[in-house]
């Protein structure tokens, strides 16, 4: 079992960049698949990237491709997700979650453990 926090959101200007963290409890860490996902207000959940346990296959939609990367520490038990060139139309609240196994999954209801979330605004 894994508690996931993350952390690093807040304001920025369209153009600028974040780096959110997300530390996870648990010593099985490097067996789960981790994922990132986003909520604005009024909007469905949604997949944003996932990374493997060996951090070798990584997964993006499409909105995000070229601007957004996804890594992982198994030793620090760490996600991150570097988001640059950020966009007004990527505001919302981002959540780190963890699914059992390694198999790719970018539907919510197949992540076992969330985070409270962070929220990111991004300004005109």
């Known amino acids: 079992q894994v508690q996931p926090v993350e952390s690093g959101g807040g304001l920025v200007q369209a153009g600028g960049s974040l780096r959110l963290s997300c530390v996870a409890s648990?010593?099985?860490?490097?067996?789960?698949?981790m994922g990132w996902f986003r909520q604005a207000p009024g909007k469905d959940r949604e997949f944003v990237s996932g990374i493997r346990w060996g951090g070798s296959m990584t997964y993006y939609s499409d909105f995000v491709k070229g601007r957004f990367t996804i890594s992982r520490d198994n030793a620090k038990n760490t996600v991150y997700l570097q988001m640059d060139s950020l966009k007004p139309e990527d505001t919302a609240v981002y959540y780190c979650?963890?699914?059992?196994?390694?198999?790719?999954?970018?539907?919510?209801?197949?992540?076992?453990?969330w985070g409270q979330g962070t929220q990111v605004t991004v300004s005109r």
């Open positions: 979650a963890a699914k059992r196994g390694i198999g790719y999954s970018k539907t919510p209801t197949d992540f076992d453990f």
């Open positions: 648990g010593r099985t860490f490097n067996t789960y698949f």
